[in-house]
C-alpha cells in the first residue's frame, strides 16, 4: 500500500484551508491510523478536487461535514479510502527476502508442525491490496509442500483498507502490470490465460481469504485467526509512532509463540516494540514472537 503516489492533475483543485485540512487529516488519522504529514496539503486539493466535484460540493469544509454528520457517510468513507491509498504491488515482488522466508522461516514453521502432528497453518497478509503478495505465499507454500499440500490445512487471511482492492483480489485475475516481479515459468505454473489476462489457479486461489480490514479498528483485529506468520509490508510507513506502535502490539498478540513478523524493506520495529526479537536472514530481516 502506498499512500498519495502517482501522477498529480494539472487542473485547478479545489483549495483546502488550514483549518480544513488539519480537520480532514485529523479525520482519516482517527479512522485508519494514517498520518498526512503537512507537506502534502496540495496533495489533499489534487485528489479530492473530483471527488467534491462528483458530490457537488463548495468545500471540504462540506466534505468533512458529509463525513462526520451526512447519512451518506459510511458508503462515503469507501471512496475517501480510495482516494487516500494508491496500491503498488506485483507477484514475487522483493524476491530475496520472498527466498529467504521460503528457505529459512516457512521451512522451520512447517517442520514445528509436523513435529506437533499439526498440518496446519495460518498467515496474515496485512495490507494485501488487490491480492498479488497473498497469492504469492500461496505459490511458495505450494512448492514447499509439494505432493504433501493437500494434507494440509493452509489458511492465509488477507486484508486491506480498500474495499476496491479487496474485490478485484477476489477475482484473482491479473494483467500483465502485475507480472514485472514474475518469470514465465511461474506464470505456467500458477495460472491459466483468460484471454489478454491470467486467472490464478484454483489450488492457489482456495488457500486465501480476503477482507476488507482497518488496522485501526480492534475488534476486527482480534477477530483474525491466530497466526504462526504476519506480512505486513510497505504499510507502516504511513502511521506515526503510536499507530505503529498499536499495530505491532496487534501483531504480537495473534502470532502464536514462536510466529514471526515480516515488514518491507525500508520499515522496523526500532524504537516502536521491544517485544520481538529480531531475526537476520539472508536478504530480510524478521521478527519473531519469543
Not at 498529480?8 to 485529523?26: H, N, Q, V, W
Not at 494483467?175 to 495460472?191: A, D, L, N, V
Request: charged share 30%.
Amino acid at each position: 500500500m502506498s499512500l498519495f503516489s502517482g501522477a498529480i492533475t494539472l487542473r485547478a483543485a479545489t483549495p483546502i484551508s488550514d483549518s480544513e485540512f488539519k480537520e480532514l487529516r485529523d479525520f482519516i488519522y482517527q479512522r485508519s491510523g494514517i498520518w498526512v504529514d503537512e507537506k502534502r496539503k496540495y496533495l489533499f486539493e489534487n485528489r479530492f478536487h473530483k471527488r467534491l466535484a462528483t458530490l457537488g460540493l463548495k468545500s471540504f469544509d462540506e466534505y468533512v461535514k458529509l463525513l462526520k454528520y451526512d447519512p451518506r457517510s459510511q458508503e462515503e468513507m469507501k471512496s475517501l479510502w480510495e482516494i487516500i491509498t494508491t496500491n503498488e504491488t506485483s507477484f514475487f515482488r522483493d524476491i530475496k527476502q520472498l527466498e529467504s522466508f521460503k528457505s529459512v522461516i516457512l521451512a522451520e514453521v512447517l517442520a514445528e508442525q509436523r513435529k506437533k502432528g499439526k498440518l496446519e497453518l495460518n498467515i496474515w497478509s496485512a495490507g494485501c491490496s488487490s491480492g498479488e503478495e497473498p497469492y504469492t505465499l500461496a505459490m511458495l507454500i505450494s512448492e514447499a509442500l509439494g505432493l504433501e499440500l493437500p494434507k494440509w490445512r493452509v489458511t492465509i487471511t488477507a486484508v486491506d483498507l480498500s474495499p476496491a482492492m479487496i474485490a478485484k483480489a477476489k477475482e484473482a485475475t491479473y494483467g500483465e502490470y502485475s507480472f514485472k516481479t514474475t518469470t514465465e515459468e511461474q506464470k505456467r505454473k500458477f495460472f491459466t490465460p483468460v484471454g489478454t489476462d491470467f486467472k490464478v489457479k484454483p489450488e492457489i486461489a482456495r488457500m486465501v481469504s480476503f477482507q476488507q480490514m482497518n488496522l485501526n479498528d480492534d475488534a476486527a483485529v482480534r477477530r483474525v485467526p491466530k497466526s504462526q506468520i504476519v506480512f505486513c509490508r510497505n504499510v507502516i510507513i504511513y502511521f506515526d509512532e503510536a499507530m505503529r506502535t498499536k499495530v505491532a502490539r496487534a501483531f504480537y498478540d495473534n502470532l502464536l509463540p514462536g510466529g514471526y513478523l515480516l515488514l518491507g524493506h525500508s520499515e522496523t520495529l526500532h524504537k516502536i516494540s521491544t517485544a520481538f526479537r529480531p531475526k537476520f536472514i539472508p536478504g530480510a530481516m524478521a521478527y519473531r514472537k519469543e
